[in-house]
């Protein structure tokens, strides 16, 4: 959700435009795809051999569909926001490290 609300955008000129349905049920859908695609794409730098960036993008996808698995069957009371979800992950797997 943008920060005008679900079905408005504002455009360059200024005026505040409705959003056409399509594009509402496409932004609620595919949130984790988008954020799928941006670690798929994300650069690990030319000198990071291709096996750790392979393990570092299982290890990512993990996390990413561990935290859309938690947040569809959540209580949304308790709900814990994508990053704290990954702080609290990082903490359990690392333990008494």
């Known amino acids: 959700m943008d920060k005008h609300g679900e079905g408005t955008v504002t ?4 005026r505040q435009v409705t959003k056409p349905n399509i594009v ?3 932004n609620k859908c595919m949130g984790g795809v988008d954020c799928s695609d941006a670690m798929r794409l994300a650069n690990l730098g030319k000198r990071c051999k291709w096996t750790k960036k392979f ?3 299982l290890i990512g996808r993990a996390a990413l569909n561990a935290f859309i698995i938690y947040d ?3 209580a949304s009371f ?3 926001c994508r990053y704290c979800f ?3 992950l990082v903490e359990f797997l690392m333990g008494n490290w």
């Open 55 to 57: 393990v570092f993008a």
């Open 72 to 74: 569809r069957h959540c």
């Open 78 to 80: 308790h709900k814990l």
């Open 11 to 14: 455009t360059a000129k200024g």
């Open 24 to 26: 509402n049920r496409y």
């Open 86 to 88: 990954m702080v609290q």
